[in-house]
């Protein structure tokens, strides 16, 4: 018995006889309200515990000899597939030519329906090279990524050596027949979508889609001056690696529409390396970016033909998010600090309610007695 006594005073939750008991209708209402919050509470952790969250973490990049996958989804409305081009230049200012890449251009009619495909291989249109049409432009292609090196310095000297090649080719014939065919085009309102992914290596460069591809001279029979190239376009995705949940390319979806006038856009891009981890412990190496953008009206004594430039350079930072979710200790832990927390304050509540109304009715009650 004496084991008993002492292990009953150790009970910190001893019970009061039933008749001892007083229930009231405050103490009723607390107890509703404190059930009611106490469930809200309870869902809330709960949908914590369930739900996953993000933690984001910086390093220093240490990747080497790596590529850079670059998705292209972009309309010309206002130029023909013919005449577009794709080039890639890196900060050696060497032309990527051999590139392990796929880039597609769909002709589009002037209500922007599909009526025919191009498939370009490694930036030149190898896989034509049985059309003459596509021996035109492969060419075009070629004696461009020979000299696009100099691009910057002087591009009016690139296209008039281009031009000295064609010549010595001998194949006046078929430009000819070219620019019919794409004079007919802009006539009839003809479109291109270039999409792709192009690999280039992880060193600050360039990419730029636009006429150069074409002999100056060609160029000037079909547009009658850089003036009348309109490089308006539409960017649906522009991104350098897969998409992770939450990311936001800053470009997709912009739209740049010109009217009367042309010009060269220039987009300056800073890419940051970006792993991102899941909660099953899978990593995604991929890139974020952020971008500025910059237009220069083109004029009538301008050297330079038109274009649609994307200027890149990485961050030295790489950025890991992580997928987390909260153990279940902690939740077990948070869980019984809310519910325990809401308990014991409606039982304060309690007790201050009981008093007042008991502070309040007393005094009544013996008023009623005296008289």
């Known amino acids: 018995m004496g084991v008993k006594q002492a292990i009953k005073s150790l009970d910190a939750f001893p019970r009061a006889e039933e008749h001892l008991l007083q229930k009231t209708q405050s103490g009723?209402?607390?107890?509703i309200v404190g059930l009611v919050i106490m469930a809200a509470l309870f869902i809330h952790e709960l949908t914590y515990y369930l739900t996953t969250y993000t933690v984001h973490q910086m390093s220093v990049d240490l990747k080497r000899g790596e590529t850079l996958p670059i998705h292209i989804n972009m309309t010309f409305p206002s130029l023909p597939c013919d005449v577009l081009s794709v080039d890639a230049i890196d900060m050696s200012?060497?032309?990527?030519v051999d590139l392990d890449t796929n880039i597609w251009k769909l002709r589009l009619n002037s209500h922007g329906h599909i009526i025919g495909t191009e498939y370009l291989s490694d930036l030149v249109e190898k896989e034509h090279a049985a059309d003459k049409h596509d021996i035109v432009l492969g060419v075009a292609h070629l004696l461009y990524g020979f000299n696009l090196i100099y691009l910057f310095d002087d591009e009016k000297e690139h296209h008039d050596d281009s031009n000295k090649k064609f010549q010595a080719l001998g194949f006046d014939q078929e430009a000819e027949n070219m620019i019919k065919k794409v004079k007919q085009?802009?006539?009839n309102g003809e479109g291109c979508r270039v999409y792709g992914v192009l690999d280039v290596q992880r060193v600050a460069g360039n990419f730029h889609i636009s006429v150069h591809g074409l002999n100056i001279n060609v160029a000037q029979m079909i547009f009658g001056g850089a003036t009348h190239v309109n490089v308006s376009h539409m960017i649906h995705d522009l991104s350098f690696g897969p998409k992770y949940p939450g990311l936001h390319n800053p470009l997709d979806g912009t739209v740049r529409i010109l009217h009367d006038t042309?010009?060269?856009f220039k987009y300056y891009i800073k890419i940051v390396p970006t792993e991102y981890r899941y909660i099953s412990k899978e990593v995604l190496p991929t890139n974020q970016f952020s971008v500025t953008e910059y237009f220069s009206?083109?004029?009538?004594?301008?050297?330079?033909?038109?274009?649609?430039?994307?200027?890149?350079d990485l961050s030295p930072i790489t950025v890991t998010i992580k997928e987390e979710c909260q153990s279940f200790l902690h939740f077990i832990t948070r869980l019984c600090a809310v519910l325990g927390g809401t308990f014991a304050l409606t039982g304060m509540l309690d007790r201050w309610m009981y008093r007042l109304l008991e502070g309040l009715t007393k005094p009544s009650a013996r008023g009623g007695v005296y008289r």
């Open 297 to 312: 009206p083109m004029n009538e004594f301008d050297r330079t033909w038109p274009a649609v430039y994307f200027l890149y």
């Open 28 to 31: 009723a209402l607390v107890s």
């Open 185 to 187: 085009a802009l006539v």
């Open 262 to 264: 042309s010009g060269t």
């Open 93 to 96: 200012g060497k032309h990527e």
